[in-house]
């Protein structure tokens, strides 16, 4: 029984960072103890699989649902009002869309970037929804799962594809994939290499957007259990001083993780819209 109880109690004290990080069937709701909660947890409904699709809701869903429903509510507060002059909120939201509008998709796309615009503007701003509303204690970043990365980059490879095809024709921009004036002999070499290279654009959104949001979070959660690892209370001014100071760079990162998805995105329509380029 000794043994059994040490053993618990030694699991207790484990700092499972990975479990903070990782998607959950269960919301927790803190500060509230209610007869449908276990544990301080809220557990999300299931569903049977579809196909040997689970569609299921889980943690990151409920998270991006908050971040869309935050979004479209401070959208329509700052521009519910139709006036010349915007307030506050509206001049924050149109500095940043007068900035990705003409500072980098019509330099990158040029009069043809306006059409994209809705599509990259909506990836920009839920993109920096879910990644600050994943430095809100007690919620989780959604764009720290692998799986919602892949989607956002799944939506602009298929918005690649469809810009290649429209400007080139579908013939036309397959022959655009490999290089003017290529040796026949070279062929079986390139238009492998050029294949993978088409995959591998998506790949690398996907990739960069979930290593940097969920590193961030890894690292904080590090500094902060070495405090229980450790049983070390004078480490605790240190370990605070430097997770709050990465907390701050997070905030820092969400912005710039948003902006670069955006960036490459315009500039690997545009590759596809306009490959002599």
């Not at 803190?30 to 947890?41: I, M």
């Not at 990151?60 to 507060?77: D, F, Q, Y």
């Not at 919602?148 to 469809?162: E, G, K, Q, S, Y």
């Not at 480490?235 to 490459?264: D, G, K, N």
């Amino acid at each position: 029984m000794a043994g059994e109880t040490h053993a618990a109690e030694a699991a207790h004290q484990q700092v499972d960072i990975i479990g903070h990080l990782l998607d959950h069937q269960t919301l927790e709701v803190p500060f509230l103890n209610a007869s449908h909660l276990l544990d301080g947890e809220l557990h999300l409904p299931q569903f049977d699989p579809i196909y040997g699709i689970d569609l299921s809701i889980t943690r990151h869903v409920v998270m991006m649902w908050v971040a869309s429903a935050l979004l479209i509510g401070i959208l329509w507060l700052a521009f519910r009002r139709r006036a010349l002059v915007p307030g506050r909120l509206g001049n924050f939201f149109e500095t940043i869309v007068v900035f990705l509008r003409d500072e980098v998709v019509m330099p990158t796309m040029g009069a043809e970037g306006r059409a994209y615009l809705p599509y990259l503007l909506t990836a920009f701003f839920f993109i920096l929804s879910c990644n600050l509303l994943g430095l809100v204690p007690y919620a989780a970043t959604a764009t720290g799962n692998v799986n919602v990365t892949a989607a956002l980059a799944l939506m602009t490879f298929l918005l690649t594809l469809a810009a290649g095809v429209q400007h080139n024709g579908l013939f036309g921009y397959c022959k655009s994939l490999i290089p003017h004036g290529l040796p026949v002999w070279l062929l079986p070499i390139m238009i492998p290499v050029e294949l993978v290279s088409m995959f591998s654009r998506p790949f690398a959104l996907c990739i960069r957007l979930f290593a940097n949001m969920i590193a961030g979070h890894m690292v904080i959660l590090v500094f902060l259990g070495i405090i229980i690892l450790l049983k070390a209370l004078w480490l605790a001014p240190f370990s605070v001083a430097f997770a709050a100071a990465i907390y701050l760079l997070e905030i820092f990162i969400a912005f710039v993780q948003a902006f670069i998805f955006t960036l490459l995105s315009t500039l690997f329509i545009s590759m596809a819209a306009h490959p002599q380029h």
